[in-house]
């Protein structure tokens, strides 16, 4: 756990806006060092020159957290300017949707690149460097937040390539947190579940590389977005409310954070389809009309 947060050093990815941003903001005011990171370049100007007139130190980077040398070169430059990080929040995030067969590889990549790959190259690269300076200060803390999200712990449909992306990240963060506890009791690790959010992951597309165009979006793929489009955008809990309690999170080393842990019988649901061996539940079964909604559009005829 991180007891006192003035002065250390924190990364953030998808600093440009929704969670990030609202971190960075609260690392800001804790007088935190940032590092800001965002393949988003415009939202990532605003964001350092928000944290700069806010009074904090600010390194601030265009990086697609997917490929594995600009990652490499952001954490070289890291370690040069401000030494091992203290709190890292590996964030960055894309949605996509659709039946999970209508997928292209190319959907594939992106989405497992960006909300997996972006995770694996932070864990891969920054716990070396949270380790030797834990080892070299037996008074050094560290804290890592990985953003899965509620699509880790259960299994939606028309939404599956995002599904499988966030129950990796769950997996992945839950043996950080195993792995951290046989070596060292100086770092600890979160997992970030959110539901929905208004973030503007919805409208993620806006970053997909233009060689990504690809064919028109099939009618599940529509369906789906506009489907999250609705839920996102009409999300109650706010991006800072969230962003709070991932600092509460590193301050008492809590591992899962939820931002609406009503949802949580739905996992719970889940898990007991999987002990008793049952199908998995129908997951409309609080609210029926959404799901003949579903059905409805995605079995109508071709037009």
């Given amino acids: 756990m991180i007891d006192d947060f003035a002065g250390k050093t924190a990364v953030l990815t998808g600093a440009g806006s929704g969670f990030g941003l609202e971190c960075a903001r609260i690392g800001a005011a804790r007088g935190m060092r940032l590092v800001l990171v965002d393949v988003q370049q415009d939202a990532l100007d605003r964001a350092r020159s928000e944290m700069e007139a806010a009074g904090a130190e600010v390194l601030a980077r265009r990086v697609d957290v997917s490929d594995a040398a600009q990652m490499e070169a952001l954490a070289a430059e890291l370690q040069q300017r401000f030494g091992a990080p203290h709190f890292v929040f590996n964030n960055a995030g894309v949605g996509a949707g659709g039946l999970v067969w209508e997928n292209s590889v190319r959907d594939w990549e992106w989405v497992l690149g960006v909300n997996l790959w972006g995770v694996i190259h932070g864990v891969r690269l920054f716990t070396p460097m949270m380790l030797a300076a834990a080892a070299a200060d037996p008074a050094w803390r560290g804290h890592i937040v990985n953003t899965a999200s509620m699509a880790g712990l259960l299994a939606p449909p028309n939404m599956g390539i995002y599904n499988v992306s966030k129950h990796a990240v769950v997996s992945l963060t839950e043996t950080l947190y195993q792995d951290l506890r046989l ?121």
């Fill in 183 to 303: 070596v060292t009791d100086q770092i600890g690790a979160s997992l970030l579940c959110p539901y929905f959010v208004p973030t503007g992951i919805s409208q993620s597309h806006r970053n997909r590389p233009a060689a990504d165009a690809g064919a028109a979006p099939t009618r599940s793929q529509q369906v789906g977005q506009a489907m999250s489009d609705k839920a996102v955008g009409s999300g109650r809990v706010t991006a800072a409310e969230v962003a709070a309690q991932v600092f509460d999170a590193a301050a008492t080393d809590r591992f899962y954070i939820y931002s609406h842990p009503q949802a949580l019988g739905t996992v719970q649901t889940r898990m007991e389809d999987i002990v008793q061996g049952r199908n998995p539940s129908d997951p409309f079964a609080a609210k029926p009309a959404l799901g003949e909604q579903l059905r409805a559009a995605l079995r109508a005829p071709a037009a």
